[in-house]
């Protein structure tokens, strides 16, 4: 598994390296066979250090903790810990789905807009028909069942997850409703 270990204004040295590598290294083990990369960034705020972890699995599924505390190695402690309990949810969903996916989840590429936001009421009524494009970025669309869709979201922590369903082969979106329950959209492609 490949590590990327950063700080952000914060100097990261080789013993925290060392640490978050043999520590974060056995969890995912533990719970993922084919683990290909992980994100850990360290950042300050006010007087507490703040850890937050990316882990993408071959599958396809990305899982993510952060954590914060007054010290750096129980930062990073707090969120391996919540890692964990993630990653072992994850393995018995998959358990009790009864789905061993064999083959890595299919990456399909897109295109990400962030639009600028409008300033007030009186920029609505001269507002355009076609909105200011801030920032493009690739995004990447995973090709997934509904049930594994629903899984990536809540790993994520996510309030939506747009998605290739693999039986219909469109584009599908989960996401968390205010009632707390999930919804899904599979449009109709009337031919």
């Known amino acids: ?71 750096i190695y129980s930062a990073f402690d707090q969120c391996a810990e919540k890692m964990e309990k993630q990653l072992r949810r994850y393995k018995r969903r998959l358990k009790d789905h009864h789905r061993d996916r064999a083959d890595p989840v299919e990456v399909f590429g897109g295109s990400s807009y962030i639009l600028a936001a409008e300033e007030g009421p009186e920029e609505a009524d001269n507002a355009q028909l076609e909105p200011m494009i801030i920032a493009e970025m690739e995004t990447r669309i995973p090709s997934l069942s509904v049930g594994e869709a629903v899984m990536q979201m809540e790993l ?16 599908n979106v989960v996401y968390r409703r205010d009632d707390g329950n999930i919804g899904w959209v599979d449009p109709k492609n009337d031919a």
């Open 156 to 171: 994520a922590h996510a309030p939506v997850l747009v998605f290739r369903n693999e039986k219909t082969d469109g584009l």
């Open 1 to 71: 598994m490949q590590y990327q270990i950063s700080g952000k204004q914060i100097d990261i040295g080789d013993a925290l390296q060392v640490h978050v590598k043999d520590e974060l290294g056995g969890v995912v083990q533990k719970y993922a066979e084919r683990p290909t990369d992980a994100q850990i960034v360290f950042s300050k705020n006010a007087h507490e250090f703040v850890c937050e972890t990316t882990v993408h699995l071959s599958t396809g599924l990305t899982a993510q903790a952060r954590a914060h505390a007054t010290e």
